[in-house]
């Protein structure tokens, strides 16, 4: 029994009512209509993370997890890294477009590619650099010639959410590799040096010094002819 009152104010007890099973429709219905959707696939893309396993991609399994459904790479004061660390695709690409966003907490990252991997998760090759104040949107030759395009970072710097999700759009055709962060072209880069590989894995760093943590999503891909 329920207890309430009438005009009067005199108590009563009442049966209990059930629950609306019609509001209570309503209320699921719009809880489903206010879930974020996930990003949807552009066409002509196909993803490379499912946004719940690492499935496709290798790396030091101490390093790398899934949080918050995105690739988290993360390392600690007691797990300095010795090195460069790299999670890299399984698959190799030649021409390609890239999608994908990415948050800094703090130092440097990066993704590479056509890249190629080495021994204890070493990868080398062209990185589009990721950095918590200066190299934001460089072109970088991991292992390799070190910065091949530069930019002004005052100029990418208003275009970025320092601290937030950013977005890299990563394009890969031929001899030429361009880059945009939010829109904004950072390098249209073409390479003159022959023998440079036209394909290679897709990879992500972490940056070798103080402890750092770098978050990655939505990873969309279309091959291109």
Not at 54 to 63: F, M
Request: proline share 4%; aromatic share 8%.
């Amino acid at each position: 029994l329920a207890v309430e009152r009438d005009d009067q104010g005199t108590t009563l007890l009442v049966p209990e009512r059930a629950p609306d099973p019609v509001a209570s429709v309503v209320v699921v219905e719009l809880a489903e209509t206010l879930r974020p959707a996930a990003a949807a696939v552009p066409e002509g893309f196909t993803s490379l993370f499912d946004g719940k396993t690492l499935a496709g991609w290798k790396g030091r399994e101490t390093l790398w997890k899934i949080e918050d459904g995105a690739i988290t790479g993360e390392s600690t004061p007691e797990q300095k890294l010795k090195h460069n660390e790299f999670l890299h695709t399984e698959k190799q690409y030649g021409d390609f477009e890239l999608l994908m966003t990415f948050k800094l907490r703090n130092h440097n990252s990066g993704v590479q590619l056509r890249s190629r991997v080495h021994d204890d998760f070493v990868v080398k090759g062209y990185q589009a650099d990721i950095a918590e104040k200066r190299y934001t949107g460089i072109l970088y030759e991991e292992g390799g010639r070190g910065i091949l395009v530069d930019v002004d970072p005052g100029e990418v710097a208003r275009h970025l959410n320092q601290g937030d999700w950013n977005r890299y759009r990563i394009v890969c055709k031929g001899d030429t590799i361009q880059a945009f962060v939010n829109g904004f072209q950072t390098f249209n880069y073409t390479e003159e040096k022959a023998g440079k590989p036209a394909r290679g894995v897709i990879a992500l760093q972490l940056h070798a010094g103080p402890a750092m943590k770098a978050e990655f999503k939505d990873f969309k891909l279309k091959r291109l002819k």
